[in-house]
């Protein structure tokens, strides 16, 4: 398994994972707070679940992982910058307060390793 592959592994479960806490909190539209830090609602915890399965399915294969690095690197970037325009999301998914510097420390590690990803470097055990 390649470096970008490991990343889009643990991003897809950790994804999933925060989607799935999410939906206890908030089981309607209306915002809640993850971990006291993070406004999240049942629109944000799906989009969280997608993240996840998506990272979990493109671990599968290099070129999948590299352009789920590159996409979605792309996208928490915007959505880092869509949270200083408009923190509300246009009124549907929480996008301001903290989730601005952890959707651009996403987005930055995302973009990195998906542009940076070269086929044949690959993670053992003795690696990690």
Not at 31 to 57: D, K, R, S, Y
Not at 102 to 112: D, E, P, S
């Amino acid at each position: 398994m390649t470096i970008v592959q490991r990343v889009a592994q643990v991003f897809g479960w950790v994804f999933l994972l925060i989607g799935l806490i999410g939906f206890y909190y908030s089981r309607t539209m209306e915002m809640q707070m993850l971990l006291g830090l993070f406004p999240v609602n049942l629109l944000h915890n799906t989009v969280h679940v997608l993240f996840g399965v998506w990272g979990i399915a493109a671990a599968r294969s290099f070129g999948g992982a590299k352009m789920y690095g590159q996409i979605g690197g792309v996208i928490y970037l915007i959505l880092a910058v869509l949270g200083l325009i408009d923190p509300t999301g246009f009124g549907l998914v929480p996008l301001g307060g903290n989730d601005i510097w952890l959707h651009a420390v996403l987005g930055i590690v995302l973009a990195y390793v998906g542009f940076t990803a070269k086929n044949g470097v690959v993670v053992t055990a003795s690696t990690m």
